[in-house]
């Protein structure tokens, strides 16, 4: 069982506003991600970190930005959301000291955009 | 690159039988697979893994098989019971790639 958390789990907002999505791991792990996932769809990742001052983007394309100034902390702003956004975050984070290198996922956060 | 593809976005059985979710995937060099189980509501939750080195892998009421040959993967799930209603996404990586790309997911739902 991973110890990953994200907060809020549910946010709605208007267009315009500035968000920040919170992800903590108490697991020491060097690597964090950050995916996107529309219901039922497939994940997307959007950030990945594989240690502290260290950020880059992932494979969709995304308005967000992230920070990682302490291993445990990796979080998400959005400066200007918009209903684009509308979607679910996921937070996850691996140990690239284990053989498998294995992510494991908060409960995500759903946001809302009106 | 690589592209992950599952062969069923829906999966129905009985509670009690066995259920197979299959997965393919497109990159020969991938070496590191694995499946995740997603609850309404909830992140995705690891099931099992398997590496390139291996074609089986067993855990509790599951059952993971590679087939390199033809790129293909299975989850397997034995006397499924109604906790198992979920969605299932597969994922792989590739040495060197250190990102996972993630399947569409199956949905899995358990009938009484």
């Known amino acids: 069982e991973a110890d990953i958390y994200q907060t809020p789990r549910y946010l709605v907002i208007g267009t315009g506003k500035k968000i920040t999505l919170e992800c903590s791991q108490t697991m020491g792990h060097d690597k964090m991600y950050w995916y996107q996932q529309d219901p039922g769809m497939e994940l997307h990742l959007i950030h990945y970190s594989y240690g502290v001052n260290s950020t880059e983007k992932g494979d969709l394309s995304s308005e967000s930005t992230v920070s990682r100034i302490r291993t445990e902390h990796f979080p998400l702003t959005l400066e200007s959301a918009r209903p684009s956004h509308t979607s679910q975050y996921l937070c996850a984070s691996s140990d690239p000291q284990r053989p498998t290198d294995t992510q494991y996922f908060g409960p995500g956060t759903r946001l809302t955009v009106l | ?112």
């Not at chain 2, 995740?36 to 599951?62: A, L, T």
Request: glycine share 8%.
């Open chain 2, 1 to 112: 690159g690589e592209s992950v593809g599952l062969h069923l976005p829906t999966l129905s059985v009985q509670e009690g039988d066995n259920s197979i979710i299959n997965c393919a995937y497109s990159n020969s060099a991938s070496d590191y697979f694995i499946w995740y189980k997603q609850e309404s509501g909830k992140g995705p939750q690891f099931i099992i893994d398997i590496r390139s080195n291996m074609d089986k892998r067993q855990g509790q009421r599951v059952t993971v098989l590679l087939n390199k040959t033809v790129k293909h993967l299975s989850l397997q799930i034995a006397a499924t019971q109604p906790g198992d209603s979920a969605v299932y996404f597969c994922a792989v990586s590739f040495q060197g790639a250190q990102k996972l790309v993630f399947g569409q997911g199956t949905r899995l739902t358990i009938n009484p």
